[in-house]
Every structure is written in structure tokens, then in C-alpha cells.
């Protein structure tokens, strides 16, 4: 029995996209929603990774906690629970909506610098990860001092980058 082309869902998709293009802004909404789309996508990738750092960075503390002087140590620890608030602010950040009701529309320019933000996010994990994945094989042979500065100076650009994107979801 042939398909009846109208009750086709894949059919019905493609006609309701054509109709649907044709009301005025709605290629504009689609190209929002897709920005904000990547923008998720984004997001959640560097939410994991960072995950991923942090459980690297706990068990390298947990083997060379031993040999490591008591400041270190507490660096290390608030370092790590800096890093997990941040996990949680930019797994939990805003996606770049307005509200039905918002007198503001999200613009897509604004769309884009976000997606470009969380790129900058990306590179913080990345020098992070580095730091954390050393520091995690040199602990395995033996107990290894804390590498703060490098640790601390990607949970500063993570900040700062947390930071200019919320501010440029407020204006």
C-alpha cells in the first residue's frame, strides 16, 4: 500500500517549514534558534570537559595530598571549589532568551557574541585540562607539588569570561 504523501511526517515537516517561512521574522526566529542552539551545545561540551578537569585535579591532590606543605593544600581545595561553581554557572547560564513578554528581543549579533564567549570559555578548559592532565600523570609515578599558577590562572579566565557573559545578556 502506498503512503498517502499528506500523512507522510517527514512530508508534513517540509510543508509546515515552506508555510511557515513565509510569515514575516520567522527566518530571523530560525536563525536565532539556531544560534542558541550551538550556544547549548557549547555550553554543555565545556560543562563536561570541565567536569573531566576537576575529577583529574581531585585524584592528583588525592595522591600527592601527603607531601604537599598545608597551603598548597587549601589552595588547591578552594581552587577546585571555585571550578565546580563555575561548572554550575555555565551549565546553568542563560541560553539568551526573552521572555514571551520582554520588551527587548535577543538580537542574533547578540547570539553570536555569546557562541564567541563560550568559544573563549573552551580555551580556559583546554589550558586547564592541560594543567590538570599533567599534573594527574606525574602524580601517579610519585607525589607532585600543586601546579597553582597554571590552575589558577585558567579558573581566572573562566571567571572572567563568565562574567563578560552575563554582562552582556544584563545590557
Known sequence: ??????????????????????????????????????????????????????????????????????????????????????RDRIRFAPGGYASLFSRKAIQESTLEALVTLDASLWASLEALDRAAAAWDEASRQEPSEWPGEAVTRALYALEETLDERESLLRS
Open 1 to 86: 500500500m502506498a503512503r498517502d504523501p499528506v500523512l507522510d511526517p517527514s512530508g508534513l515537516a517540509r510543508a509546515t517549514e515552506r508555510l511557515a517561512a513565509l510569515v514575516p521574522g520567522y527566518s530571523g526566529y530560525k536563525a536565532r534558534e539556531a544560534a542558541r542552539e550551538e550556544d547549548r551545545a557549547i555550553r554543555e561540551a565545556v560543562s563536561r570537559g570541565l567536569g573531566l578537569a576537576i575529577g583529574r585535579l581531585e585524584r592528583a591532590l588525592k595522591r600527592s595530598i601527603r607531601s604537599l606543605p598545608p597551603d598548597a593544600v587549601e589552595e588547591a581545595d578552594t581552587v577546585l571549589r571555585a571550578l565546580g561553581r563555575h
